[in-house]
């Protein structure tokens, strides 16, 4: 077995796989008419095929073969299946082998079934797995959020091609950085779905070895799947949203438009040279006066590690009150004015807490010492897990709100004879570990502020949806990288993320070029999450490029943080349907317009909740867009209220590059506005500087009634 960090443990072998498992099937039609509606076993050139009916589509059936097991000797296919005994709705065949007595079975479970592959005695199993038949036309999509496998800046590379659909890719179903939001669930054109239950590291093969297969595999000495079959792949969506979740139910306010920047630095004077005299952080009354003044909303401001003592800025949960001065006071400043603190954690032990921590052994087994990201917390151990809770209650205590979790799937060890407190081994507790670590900040944040906090990690796994929000990891600031998080909020809403945001214009790679960023905050205005930063650490009014003082930029950040919140309500009630039914937020086009083509073609168009269709822009230099509308409705374009179309058909529009294409459903009532003559408005805003003197005068004036 290959066990090197961020692989998968099982050695494919993929002329053994050919040589002795592929099927010699002569048809390459996936879908073929069965008799009955019960699951059953036919032969097929003397190997087992699992032919199971779909749900609405009385004349195809899903054939599943291929089925394996593998041990240190390699790979054991399985024939020789026969009917064995099994309680309704189950059916069961049986088979030994290898001395094993070896069980498939199929539940059904209304419309969708359970599939599971176990052996007596199950020792030296190290995995299972087996193969789906494709039809050539299947479009594929879930898993994750990166656009492609492999590193991370590979789904932004300059040209990239590939978008929602992962046919002919190859997935390895393992948390890798920093685009981490993954789920071992993928949906079909072909009306079905596939969910694999644990939380081993698995590999996806979708059509890339063999043109006609979908081949899954999945480390572990059990396999179970569950498979959803509809005509609808909203409702499978929506099922494995409520199975893996539900979904949280975030606080309202988390619906407003954020800021942050990544590393705040405590200033002399603030960007235009006026001297700082407040009481607070320089740079956080920067941004809060210069939001003030020009009428941008903002409804949680978010400070990033470094804010503590300490090497990383980040030792015992303290506050470090040279960078940020009377801490306490200034989020019940920002409390005063609609806004709430979130603030950065990880999972592992800095300061006196890393000492105690790896005297104790609370920290994660296999880990070597390193600079960053060490000592990892070992949250299997109820004692561990308590410690490192006992940490985040103090700043709790401070009046924070909401915290940004990461590093949950950085240099976490996967290999090797280590067992975690509970006693699995590393490899299996590998993809489990953002969770955990999710649900012990969940826990303790909810005894001291009950419903009304937010928790955003960068890594997710089967589990996470029930405790946080999530942002798309260190995103590249290209053009490119906006091109990826339009796909990635929607391969999120797919796998059951409902509430996603990303780092308008980007963190890696933040060149801050101004039709990126313009594009970038139109978009960002209809994700769940609105999150403005880090902006390389700047504002829009000192960026390192010219113009330094953008205008442009100022006028748009102004003019689509209003419309988000004034779109709050609308997108809180899609966050309570989203907890009360899996019903995501952001929807493909494919989900409520399944047998059109052209919705399955056109993915950069997403609805925003049932009455927004919107299409984002992300190349450069583009000023039309063309745009599918799901039938059944009529759509009124957003800019020009006279454009007014049938569903159904594709348009093309004119958006110049303060304006997204976006349409309202005609009947709906929205609160968008007049959106040119506010962007008018804003621009003249924009253009005035204002006086931070003046403004930080507000400050001091609070800040000495608050003593």
């Not at 492609?148 to 393992?174: C, F, T």
């Not at 306490?328 to 005063?336: K, P």
């Not at 748009?556 to 019903?583: C, F, P």
């Amino acid at each position: 077995m290959d066990r090197r960090q961020g692989g998968v443990a099982l050695k494919l072998g993929m002329d053994l796989w050919y040589c002795a498992a592929i099927w010699l099937i002569a048809s390459s039609i996936t879908l073929v008419g069965v008799a009955g509606a019960a699951p059953s076993l036919e032969m097929e050139d003397g190997r087992p095929v699992l032919v199971l009916p779909l749900h609405g589509q009385p004349d195809k059936a899903l054939r599943i073969g291929d089925l394996f097991f593998q041990t240190a000797s390699g790979r054991i296919i399985l024939n020789g299946l026969k009917t064995g005994s099994g309680s309704d709705p189950a059916a069961v065949w049986v088979a030994r082998i290898d001395g094993r007595n070896v069980q498939l079975s199929v539940e059904q479970r209304d419309r969708d079934y359970v599939l599971r592959l176990s052996a007596e005695p199950n020792s030296g199993i190290v995995g299972w797995g087996l193969a789906i038949e494709a039809r050539p036309d299947e479009y594929i999509t879930g898993l994750m959020e990166r656009v492609v496998d492999g590193p991370q800046q590979a789904s932004w590379a300059p040209g990239i091609r590939q978008a929602m659909d992962l046919r002919g890719q190859k997935v390895e179903m393992i948390l890798k950085p920093t685009t981490s939001v993954y789920a071992p669930f993928y949906i079909s054109s072909a009306g079905y779905a596939t969910f694999v239950d644990g939380t081993w590291p698995g590999l996806y093969d979708f059509c890339a070895s063999h043109p006609d297969r979908i081949r899954i595999e999945f480390e572990g000495p059990v396999f179970q799947m569950k498979i959803y079959t509809d005509k609808d792949p909203m409702a499978m969506v929506q099922r494995h949203a409520m199975d893996a979740g539900p979904p949280v139910l975030p606080p309202r306010w988390v619906f407003s438009p954020w800021r942050w920047r990544d590393e705040h630095r405590h200033r002399k004077a603030y960007y235009d040279g006026t001297p700082v005299t407040g009481p607070f952080n320089s740079e956080v009354m920067e941004d809060v006066l210069m939001m003030k003044a020009f009428g941008i909303p903002c409804g949680v401001y978010w400070v990033d590690r470094p804010y503590g003592p300490g090497r990383l800025g980040y030792d015992d949960f303290e506050i470090d009150p040279n960078r940020l001065p009377n801490f306490g006071q200034m989020v019940r400043w920002l409390n005063s004015l609609g806004m709430q603190m979130v603030l950065w954690i990880g999972p592992f032990f800095q300061g006196q807490m890393e000492k105690e921590a790896l005297a104790k052994g609370y920290n994660l087994p296999g880990q070597r010492p390193m600079k960053n990201n060490y000592p990892l917390c070992d949250f299997t151990n109820p004692q561990a897990r308590a410690y490192w809770q006992q940490g985040l209650a103090k700043l709790v205590m401070l009046g924070v709100a909401g915290f940004k979790l990461d590093r949950a799937e950085e240099d976490i060890p996967d290999g090797g004879p280590f067992n975690v407190f509970d006693g699995r081994s590393l490899r299996q507790q590998r993809n489990a570990y953002p969770v955990m670590y999710l649900q012990a900040a969940y826990e303790l944040v909810r005894q001291y502020r009950g419903d009304d906090f937010v928790l955003m990690p960068r890594a997710a796994y089967t589990g996470s949806a029930r405790y946080g929000v999530f942002w798309g990891g260190d995103i590249g600031g290209t053009q490119e990288g906006l091109r990826a998080c339009i796909i990635a909020v929607q391969r999120s809403a797919v796998m059951g993320y409902p509430f996603w945001g990303s780092d308008t214009c980007g963190y890696n790679q933040q060149l801050l070029e101004q039709e990126v960023c313009a594009r970038w905050l139109a978009f960002s205005c209809f994700c769940p999450i609105m999150e403005v930063g880090p902006t390389r650490n700047v504002g829009f009014w000192n960026l390192p490029r010219e113009p330094s003082y953008d205008v442009e930029l100022i006028a748009i950040w102004r003019l689509y943080a209003r419309l988000h919140q004034r779109l709050a309500d609308y997108s809180y009630q899609q966050a309570v349907l989203a907890h009360k039914t899996g019903m995501p937020v952001v929807r493909p086009v494919f989900l409520v317009d399944p047998n059109a083509k052209e919705a399955w073609a056109n993915w950069w168009s997403y609805m925003y909740g049932p009455d927004i269709l919107v299409s984002p822009i992300w190349q450069k230099g583009q000023r039309t867009q063309q745009v599918y509308l799901p039938k059944g409705q009529r759509w009124q374009y957003a800019w020009d209220q006279q454009q007014v179309y049938d569903g159904g058909q594709a348009v093309t529009v004119e958006a110049q590059l303060y304006q997204i294409p976006f349409f309202i459903r005609v009947g709906a009532s929205l609160p968008i506005g007049d959106l040119d003559d506010e962007y008018r408005q804003s621009k003249a805003i924009a253009a005035n500087r204002p006086d931070l003197k003046a403004l930080e005068a507000e400050v001091n004036e609070w800040f000495g009634k608050a003593r």
